[in-house]
T-cell receptor, first 113, second 113 residues
């Protein structure tokens, strides 16, 4: 158990819909990262938050947004969903240090029909 | 920009045989390097990491990796593979100071009885 909790574990929805994925980082971790894992794109960095503020942005679509709340949990919002958004979405957390390793949740599997 | 290449998409070894998974990275500064393992339906788990010092690092589950700056490589090794090692393995290069990590496309390991 990494200490990172993601909900829901599985989600099936239709094209055009909107979903919210939730992540609770390890206790004490200030940084939260979102990654998308799909068969054709591999593990792609989407966005990072540090202590409530956006820190870095990767290949995140404009239809996607995220935020980190004062209690440090984070949400990833995916809207106007397309078939190609079907993927496994991982949240990871890390403390502010130079050790650098990420602790991953088990992921939220999104299926868009 | 940093990048990671894992040349082998899929490797099959017999149980008890030795294993080497290749990883090449591109990064402008001193790299923070990681190997993670992902079992089916699970998140990624850290196997080992390199930041500085001894270029041969030991990890969990009997794995080790060697950092070779001249070759920009960080290959993962295990002397004797067990059936439970069958999984997908990801090499990653990370930015310090809680920056993001960039992952390779992964190598899927199959272990033959």
């Amino acid at each position: 158990d990494s200490g990172v909790t993601q909900t829901p574990k599985h989600l099936i929805t239709a094209t055009g819909q909107r979903v919210t994925l939730r992540c609770s980082p390890r206790s004490g971790d200030l940084s939260v990262y979102w990654y998308q894992q799909s068969l054709d794109q591999g593990l792609q960095f989407l966005i990072q938050y540090y202590n409530g503020e956006e820190r870095a942005k990767g290949n995140i679509l404009e239809r996607f947004s995220a935020q980190q709340f004062p209690d440090l949990h984070s949400e990833l919002n995916l809207s106007s969903l397309e078939l190609g958004d079907s993927a496994l979405y991982f949240c990871a957390s890390r403390r502010t240090s130079n050790t650098g390793e990420l602790f991953f949740g088990e992921g939220s599997r999104l299926t868009v029909l | 920009a940093q990048s990671v290449t894992q040349p082998d998409i899929h490797i099959t070894v017999s149980e008890g045989a030795s294993l080497e998974l290749r990883c090449n990275y591109s990064y402008g500064a001193t790299p923070y390097l990681f190997w993670y393992v992902q079992s089916p339906g699970q998140g990624l788990q850290l196997l080992l990491k390199y930041f500085s010092g001894d270029t041969l690092v030991q990890g969990i589950k009997g794995f080790e990796a060697e950092f070779k700056r001249s070759q920009s490589s960080f290959n993962l090794r295990k002397p004797s593979v067990h059936w439970s090692d069958a999984a997908e393995y990801f090499c990653a290069v990370g930015e310090g100071n809680a920056g993001k990590s960039t992952f390779g496309d992964g190598t899927t390991l199959t272990v033959k009885p």
